[in-house]
């Protein structure tokens, strides 16, 4: 029986070019610390499709806080937060979420994470909890 999707040349182009854009953001993806203290980092975030529109800068910032006083089933509270109007619409939520994903993954990596992230239409909130 002949594969009937072998032939088929119906391609999703709203949703390659969604990944094109995702990829291109996780690709130059870049952050600097700008702050630490004894229980928090604070880092710029810089993509290149988007920046800050008052100083060109950072598209926004990532604050990674740290309970040292805790034990171990302290969240640690991260916030992101992005300056860029555009950021906030509606239709580039599954870019803020790739971009956030990424973020955390490289800054809190698998510790378990209480999450906020500010960017207009496209604020939410997360719960990142390791197996144990």
């Known amino acids: 029986m002949k594969d009937k999707h072998k032939n088929n040349k119906i391609i999703?182009?709203?949703?390659?070019?969604?990944?094109?854009?995702?990829?291109?953001e996780l690709e130059g993806l870049t952050?600097?610390?700008?702050?630490?203290?004894?229980?928090?980092?604070?880092?710029?975030?810089?993509?290149?499709?988007f920046e800050d529109p008052q100083t060109g800068g950072a598209a926004?910032?990532?604050?990674i806080h740290y309970d040292l006083y805790g034990n171990r089933d302290i969240f640690i509270n991260s916030t992101v937060i992005f300056?860029?109007?555009?950021?906030h619409e509606e239709d580039t939520r599954p870019i803020v979420h790739a971009i956030?994903?990424?973020?955390?993954?490289r800054l809190v990596g698998y510790a378990d994470t209480l999450l906020s992230?500010?960017?207009g239409e496209n604020s939410?909130?997360?719960?990142?909890?390791?197996?144990?």
């Open 83 to 87: 300056d860029d109007p555009k950021l």
């Open 60 to 63: 926004g910032k990532a604050i």
């Open 31 to 49: 952050f600097t610390k700008n702050f630490r203290s004894a229980t928090a980092e604070e880092w710029y975030v810089f993509l290149p499709s």
């Open 117 to 119: 992230v500010h960017s």
């Open 12 to 24: 999703d182009a709203k949703q390659t070019i969604l990944n094109n854009r995702i990829k291109n």
């Open 124 to 132: 939410y909130h997360a719960v990142y909890k390791s197996e144990d």
């Open 100 to 105: 956030v994903e990424e973020l955390i993954n």
